[in-house]
Structures are given as C-alpha cells and as structure tokens.
C-alpha cells in the first residue's frame, strides 16, 4: 500500500512543518504521480511511484543512484530526499522550458544532448542494476503472457530479428556503462542554456549506443541526423557506430511495444495502452525491413 501526498511530505524532515506548503499537480507522466511542491520559499517535485512497477523491471533504489550522480555531474535535477522503503523521490523543481522534437533535432541541440549524455555514461560511478534490453524484451513478454495480453500476429518474426541483433552484437560486446535508457522528448528540459535530463527509472548498466539509438528512436532522427550525433558523442560517425545505433533502434521500440502491452494487463489507469503498443511495434517492424539491414548486421562487428 502506498503512502498518500499527504503521509509523503511528513516522511520529509524538511517539509513535515514547512510554512506555507503548496501541491500543484504535474502533468506529463504516466507510470507515476508529480508533484511540485512549494514551501518556504522553496520548489521541489515529489515522484510517487505508481504501484506493480516491479512488473516493468523497475528498481527504485538504482533510480535513486542514478538520478542522485546525474544531479551531482548536473545533468539531471539534484536529489534532495529519498523516501523509503517506498522509493518515493524529492527532487528541485527547475523552471525549465520543454525543446519540441523538431528543435531537439538541430545540430546544435544535438551537440548539447550528446554532451550531457556522454558526461553521465563517463562520469556516474556504476550502478547496482543493469539494462539489457534483449533481457527486458523477454521478461516483459514473460509478464505479458501471465496477464494475458495482446501480441501481434508478427511477434515471432520480431523475436527473430531481435536474436540476430543480439548475435550480432556479441561478437563486437560494448563495455557497460551507467545509462538512462528511457530518453523521449518528455524526459528534457532548458534550464538557462543548460539541458536536464528527468525520469530515470530505467537506469542502469548498459550500452551506451543503446541510450543514443533510444533517443533517435524517440525524436525519429534521420540518417544525416543521426550521423551528427554520433559525431558530437564518438568524435566520428564510422561505420560501426552508425550500424549500432541502426540495429539497437528497432530493440528500443520493441521495448517501448512490450512496455505498453504489460501495462495492458497490469495497469489501472484509463490510457490506450494497446494502441500504444500497435504504434511502437509497427514502428519496430518498418526498421527492421529496411534494405540495408544486412549490411548493418556485417557492418556492426568491424574490419
């Protein structure tokens, strides 16, 4: 059973007796609930954590680490408190201005993101939880198939596509490092020229093209874009990196499907998750029958 806004704030010291105290609602999420919480002079939001997110692979614990280190290189917002053992999340409220998809998509914003992104991958101490995404898929599946849940008519033919991927990707294994994995247009924010990075619930030890093809995915980067990108993050946009990153976008929305067909049978709030699910699957299926993606598959392990 979950704490109430209410039995929330008096877990926190500093806000139990605050003067003053305002709650303002915060619209944008869907897995949880936010908060923007104004005391004495002060702005924080409050992440009260939706229930069976341990079904989505959710740990609240890595969350806090990686959030936590991404406030310190300032990349995310600073975590201010934590809230256990619910794992609820008090964070500084910034007053930040949201970058739409088509300016997020200009080299200069590009540079920006793979900057920030890059300082996160290099400089966050290592985390306690790891993303794997071919894991994921198939413990998402896992949990889709007890609750009964819809799959489409090509599943078999995307779990085909997603081995080869995985094959392919052992042969030239990336080092892991501290990841985000979850960066949609939603999860960034100005800040005085500088960009924030929210949400990061899905962190953890991965492989950094992973969280650049995710970003790609979200923000339906073309190819010149997503060669910029790859030159702001490697300092080169070989031909490796970009067979990488083209291999891993289709993983990420396969990931993205079968996170919206879990919640089809696990959540209780009035959203279109089916349909959710239908767009990043068909989504997943055009990648994947794109005429190069041979050549990505022998492109991917190098001279």
Sequence with gaps: MGLTLEQAI??????????NLRTTPLAGGITNLNYRIDADGQSYVLRI???????????????????????RLGVAPEVLYFIEPEGYLLTRYIQGTEISPEQMAKPHNLQRVAEKIRKFHSGAPPLSGEFNVFRRVEMLAEAS?????????????????????????AESAAILHPCHDDLLNLNFLDEQG?????????AGMGDVTYDLANFSSHHRLEDDQLRLLLQAYFGEAAP???????????????????????????????????????????R?????QDPRWEDWIRDVVGP
């Design 145 to 169: 198939r007890r609750h009964n849940c819809r799959f489409p008519d090509n599943f078999d033919w995307i779990l085909q596509r997603m081995r080869q991927v995985e094959r392919s990707l």
């Design 194 to 202: 500088e960009i924030r990075i929210l949400d990061w619930e899905y």
């Design 49 to 71: 954590t939706g229930a069976d997110t341990e079904l989505l692979g959710i740990r609240r614990e890595v969350e806090h680490a990686a959030n936590l280190a991404a406030g």
């Design 240 to 282: 490796q990196h970009f067979a990488r990153l083209k291999l891993l976008w289709p993983m990420s929305e396969i990931h993205e499907a079968m996170w919206g067909t879990t919640q089809t049978g696990i959540s209780k709030l009035d959203e279109d998750f089916q349909g959710y699910a239908d767009l990043w699957f068909g």
């Design 284 to 288: 997943a299926t055009l990648a994947m």
């Design 10 to 19: 008096q877990r926190v010291p500093f806000l139990a007796n605050a003067g």
